[in-house]
């Protein structure tokens, strides 16, 4: 789901797709390379030969076996990394390379080309000093942020039950330009401190998403669980009619059905996906108002 949002398009296939949006990987925490291909072929020893065309400039480089399409045993991988790194002109170094190039197979191709390594910030994220039991994972909440705002010029979003501020940390760390509020004020404590801790600024204040006034682009609404605390229909119901308000593009995480709430509430559903936590569900729906 992430990724359809990211790219505009269902992913060609669960382990890789093909797109001329020059992402940065460390966006996704489900993507781990992105290859800018510079050299194609219909074969490997085609590619061996195209690769003494590439132009370093003097640089070293590592040549780095990306996993797309097809198998390849790790004495494989090494093989290819091989074949190919024979033939590009250039000094080969394996631990500080100043280039990194990616070599993959994809679509029936062999491809070429500068490489980029994701690096996973949401895992450092975790482990923030304010923790919250039914809080999002880093991981989910970093993909629920790129779900709401795919493209982050220029949008403005607004976490409005922002708890412990999990998504805010994820958000403000891709640049999005995002705000939090929450009714528990234990809560906006402990999102200033997350925040502070990894160096981001206080966007926090205690607030009643139902009292919200504001246009925002986009809008990332995780639900009450109902586990410690619950609510009732119309508060749920509520807070639904505010979100849609506030946004004209809405996330909403939610662990209960929701669909006849949502459309009360005036939103229609664009797309959804489900995540477990051991026995514990979620669904993540992205959302807009009704014309």
């Known amino acids: 789901m992430e990724l359809r949002a990211l790219f505009g398009s269902e992913p060609e296939s669960p382990r890789f797709t093909r797109s001329t949006a020059r992402l940065d990987p460390s966006r996704s925490p489900f993507i781990r390379f992105r290859v800018a291909a510079q050299l194609e072929a219909a074969s490997l020893d085609e590619l061996a030969a195209k690769a003494e065309s590439l132009d370093l400039q003097g640089e070293t480089f590592k040549l780095q076996y990306v996993e797309a399409e097809g198998e390849a045993s790790y004495d494989e991988q090494r093989a290819i990394e091989r074949a190919v790194g024979l033939h590009v002109r250039g000094k080969a170094d394996m631990k500080t390379p100043q280039r990194l190039l990616g070599l993959a197979q994809a679509g029936g191709r062999w491809l070429l080309g500068e490489c980029r390594r994701s690096e996973a910030l949401w895992l450092a994220h975790s482990r923030k000093p304010r923790q919250y039991s039914t809080a999002l994972s880093t991981r989910v909440a970093r993909a629920a942020a790129n ?100 946004a004209r593009r809405a996330v909403v995480i939610t662990a209960e059905p929701i669909d006849g709430p949502l459309a009360q509430a005036g939103f229609e559903v664009d797309d959804r996906c489900v995540v477990r936590k051991g026995s514990f569900e979620r669904q993540v729906i992205l959302c807009r108002p009704k014309l």
């Open 147 to 246: 779900i709401a705002v795919p493209r982050p010029a220029g949008i403005r979003a607004i976490d409005p039950c922002c708890g412990i501020g999990t998504v805010l940390v994820e958000a403000l760390s891709m640049g999005i330009d995002i705000v939090g509020r929450d009714l528990n004020p234990l809560a906006v404590r402990g999102a200033r401190e997350n925040l502070h801790h990894f160096g981001f600024p206080d966007v926090v204040k205690i607030a009643d998403i139902r009292s919200l006034e504001g246009d925002y682009d986009a809008l990332i609404l995780d639900m009450p669980y109902n586990l410690c605390s619950r609510i009732s229909a119309e508060e749920q119901l509520d807070m639904l009619r505010s979100a849609r308000r506030l």
